[in-house]
């Protein structure tokens, strides 16, 4: 395999918008670069600028300073045809289009390619099929774009982006109205059209589990304006992520590389245990605004409640058990249990721990 | 690994051959149904009015034979001909407008009507049948008797007068679309400007007097009859402009069919194409309305019917489609218009719009789907 290199780079490159004759600047200073076979996530918070960037980068927009790089050549420098044949984009907007087949849909983006009638050629057909064949979209080939569902429509327009045969392919939230398996696959078809393929790929994306599981590198905005590269883990252990995206409501969670709601002061739970029970008693536990933890320390004020899995098996009843002050309850499903919990703090929301046991409502 | 893609492959393969070949007979059919349709037009046409001409004696006298009475090859040259000429230019013309309108707007209902264009031309016209009274005076007063010499500057004043409105709107709205870049504004600011331009034409026939009042009416109707043999020939070369620029933009049509930030991502040159497109369209809607009036309704109708013809959105096939279409629909509703064998002549206008609006609507419930807001 050859040597990765840089495939798309920009250094130095200040981006915004002009509004009212004025400039806005929305990043600057960002230096960075996309290798051959790489596949890149976009990351930040809504208004950071990842659409602008990706704008830019099309040059659908000029940049303020700096320069991009692509394959070589300064991207202002390029014919429109020219960048058309080494980068393509999936955008978010809507393509419905009646009487038009996916296959013929894929064959527009031969626009690039072909001559002054837009004719296929033996060449072209063979790009075409070859696309879809790398998406898995060969079989949706006689479908109208219109009867496609929003994944197979997703997979049909990154074929119509891989038929231009570009160098880089800029996705803007390809997988914003998928559901889960389908946002899943599509994912790591991407991963593996640019490992494959050599494609450098760039997708901005608000899912940031997804991206962290799925992503070779990370481009994350920061709330200051900068933008910062990096592999998925470096950028969790140097506590960037956490950085970005951690408010006073969510928490970052940086074992798993979750996000969860902030607990509430003075709502600890301790639970014991390894079984698939325990980890979802903790996952509702945590929901509920809870910070679990296995010790058993309180903190003098208010020890915590203790919540664990009754061993009995066979008999689902009553499984799940809390323990607050020295009373035991017990709980059918883990929606009673979290319900009871939240009646127990909306009943006596600012009072001192209760000394003794409530009656459930 | 390998086993499973080969799987893919296979389960692939039949719905790509199938999607490669999808529609190539249906094509070939319906652009040999298409010409059947236009030649049989063209045929009824010249012989089908309130004189009939036999079909061999119409057949003899295109070939250049004497015709079995002098009468017969008069009214076939010079009355019959002009006017299938007429017709086969509006419907061209307004198709393909009508398809460049529809593809550099996306929008189903955009049409050479609705960027004002005839609106302009009315206003043209208004000024020059009663502002300038003194060249259409004694056109339609006393009928026959009008002297030569005025009907002949008047159909000159009206043509220039249309033209010359459709041309000012055209320009303004041409400055419009660039500096305005969303498409839907732009549609939006012509419909305004369009009821505007209807209010000032209001006006100018308010004030007219009553014979005035009647030409521009007239002229409202819309008419195969006014163009004569001398004024073919600037008629089919604006026509043949717009042809020709819709034929070499087939391309980029195509493109816009995904939007205009897809198409300038695939390296089109948007801002380059839509002038082109609305300058072509602008040429054949201007050309239409000075040289046959507002002709209504076929240039929203032609492209949807010509989709549903050929169930495709590909340019490449809608080009010659509603070119050919369009003009099979006018023949048709001139023929309609002259009501055969009676002495009735309806208006050009009601014909279309009979014609136009229920295929219009059948092919629009058809589509419901494809036109995503």
């Known amino acids: ?101 996916a296959y013929e849909l894929v064959g527009l983006g031969r626009f690039p390619h072909t001559g002054y009638f837009g004719r296929l050629g033996p060449e072209d057909h063979t790009t075409i099929e070859w696309a879809m064949e790398a998406t898995q979209s060969g079989h949706l080939a006689h479908r109208d774009v219109t009867e496609l569902s929003d994944g197979e429509r997703q997979r049909v327009m990154i074929a119509r982006a891989l038929a231009q045969e570009p160098k880089v392919l800029l996705l803007d939230e390809p997988t914003a109205f998928l559901d889960l398996p389908s946002r899943i696959e599509l994912t790591a078809l991407l991963r593996r059209l640019a490992a ?71 709502r600890r739970a301790r639970v014991t245990g390894d079984s698939l029970e325990h980890h979802w008693l903790r996952q509702a536990l945590l929901r509920s605004g809870f910070d679990v933890t296995e010790d058993e320390s309180g903190d003098g004020e208010r020890k915590p409640i203790v919540c664990g899995v009754t061993s009995e098996a066979g008999d689902p009843v009553d499984r799940w058990w809390v323990t607050t002050n020295n009373e035991e309850r017990r709980f059918t499903s883990l929606a009673d249990l979290t319900r009871w919990l939240s009646g127990q703090e909306s009943d006596a929301p600012h009072a001192p721990p209760a000394t003794e046991a409530r009656p459930a409502p | 690994m390998t086993s499973s893609t080969d799987a893919v492959s296979l389960r692939q393969r039949p719905n790509i051959e199938t999607a490669r070949t999808r529609g190539r007979t249906r094509t070939l059919v319906a652009f040999s149904l298409l010409i059947a349709v236009f030649i049989l037009a063209v045929l009824l046409s010249l012989s089908w009015s309130s004189v009939r001409v036999p079909w061999d004696e119409v057949a003899r006298i295109l070939l250049g034979r004497p015709a079995e009475r002098d009468a017969w090859t008069t ?262 218009a002259e009501m055969p064998n009676s002495n009735l002549t309806l208006p050009v206008n009601a014909a279309t719009a009979i014609v136009g609006g229920p295929i219009a609507f059948w092919v629009l419930l058809r589509m419901r789907r494809g036109w995503g807001s």
């Open chain 1, 196 to 266: 494959e393929r050599g494609l450098a790929i760039l997708m901005t994306t608000h899912d940031l589990d997804l991206a962290l599981r799925t992503a070779d590198v990370l481009w994350l905005i920061t709330e200051d304006g900068s933008l910062e590269s990096g592999a998925p883990e470096d950028l969790v252990l140097n506590g960037l992520l956490e950085h970005a995206f951690s408010s006073s409501e969510v928490a970052f969670d940086r074992a798993t590389g979750h996000f969860t709601p902030t607990p509430h002061p003075g």
């Open chain 2, 75 to 336: 009214i076939v040259l010079d009355i019959r001909l002009p006017r299938v000429i007429t017709a086969t230019l509006v419907g061209v013309a307004l198709g393909l407008a009508g398809l460049q309108m529809q593809a550099v707007f996306r929008n189903p209902l955009a049409s050479p009507y609705t960027l004002g264009v005839v609106s302009g031309a009315s206003l043209g016209a208004a000024l020059v049948i009663i502002v300038l009274p003194g060249l259409t005076v004694g056109l339609y007063r006393d009928g026959a008797a009008a002297s030569g010499v005025a009907q002949a500057l008047s159909s000159v004043g009206l043509v220039f007068g249309a033209a010359l409105g459709a041309g000012v709107i055209l320009l303004a709205m041409l400055v419009v679309a660039s500096i305005v870049r969303d498409m839907v504004i732009v549609l939006l600011l012509g419909v305004v400007l369009s009821a505007l331009i209807g209010a000032l034409v209001t006006v100018l026939v308010f004030f007219a007097d009553p014979n005035q009042t009647r030409v521009f009416v007239e002229w409202g109707f819309g008419s195969f009859q006014r163009v004569r043999w001398g004024d073919v020939p600037l008629f089919a070369t604006a026509v043949g402009t717009g042809t020709v620029v819709a034929t070499l933009s087939m391309k980029q049509l195509n493109a816009l069919l995904m939007g205009e930030n897809y198409a300038r991502s695939m390296g089109l040159n948007v801002r380059r194409a839509r002038t082109l497109t609305l300058t072509s369209a602008s040429i054949l809607a201007g050309a239409v309305v000075a040289f046959a009036g507002p002709i209504a309704f076929l240039g929203i109708a032609i492209p949807h019917i010509t989709r549903g013809i050929f169930g495709s959105a590909d340019h490449r096939i809608l080009v010659p489609g509603s070119a050919l279409t369009g003009a099979s629909v006018a023949l048709g509703c001139g023929l309609l």
């Open chain 1, 1 to 101: 395999m050859a040597p990765p290199e840089p495939v798309l780079s920009l250094s130095s490159l200040e981006i915004g918008y002009r509004a009212r004759r004025r400039r806005r600047v929305v990043l600057s200073e960002v230096s960075v670069a996309l290798d051959r076979g790489e596949f890149a996530c976009l990351l930040g918070p809504n208004g950071a600028g990842k659409s602008t960037l990706l704008r830019t980068l099309s040059r659908v927009q000029p940049s303020f300073a700096g320069t991009v790089s692509l394959d070589g050549d300064e991207l202002d420098g390029l014919t429109s045809e020219d960048l058309a044949r080494r980068l393509a984009v999936v955008l978010t907007d809507r393509v419905q289009i009646a009487n038009l087949s």
